[in-house]
């Protein structure tokens, strides 16, 4: 998927670029680079619902879409939620959260010069409003800037 390449290249970049200014650890930079996808965690709610409708066509099921349910994922407080989570994983639990919100904010800053076909894709407000955002500079399916 060329957008998680675009996510991932640009968290690298930055973090090369902050270990060539301020002398940091290079070791980071995957951290960074997991911080860039975790707002895309949402698309997982598609996997999960893809795999329940191949089962509920073998079973004769009712199909239940939960691809909204993962949509909160894609907002600075779901994401932030979930690197708090992953970032208690680790001994230098701090650390590692301040580097996974590194990558989250590389990920909504590229995120926010798209234009979606739905009419917006950022919650930035989760909590207090379901408003998307977006700047409409770049179209989803342009390959050029």
């Not at 590692?96 to 590194?102: F, K």
Request: glycine fraction near 6%; aromatic fraction near 14%; charge should be negative.
């Amino acid at each position: 998927m060329p957008d998680w390449l675009v996510h991932v290249l640009a968290a690298w970049i930055l973090w090369k670029l902050l270990v060539l200014r301020f002398n940091f650890n290079n070791k980071f930079a995957s951290i960074v680079m997991i911080g860039a996808l975790i707002p895309d965690a949402e698309k997982m709610g598609y996997l999960e619902g893809w795999i329940r409708y191949l089962i509920s066509i073998q079973q004769n099921e009712l199909l239940i879409d939960v691809g909204y349910l993962f949509k909160p994922l894609h907002s600075p407080a779901g994401a932030m939620l979930l690197a708090g989570i992953v970032s208690l994983f680790f001994s230098e639990h701090k650390r590692i959260l301040a580097l996974l919100v590194l990558g989250i904010s590389t990920h909504f800053f590229l995120d926010l010069f798209l234009t979606h076909v739905t009419g917006g894709e950022i919650l930035l407000l989760f909590p207090l409003s379901l408003e998307m955002y977006q700047l409409n500079l770049i179209q989803t399916d342009s390959y050029y800037p």
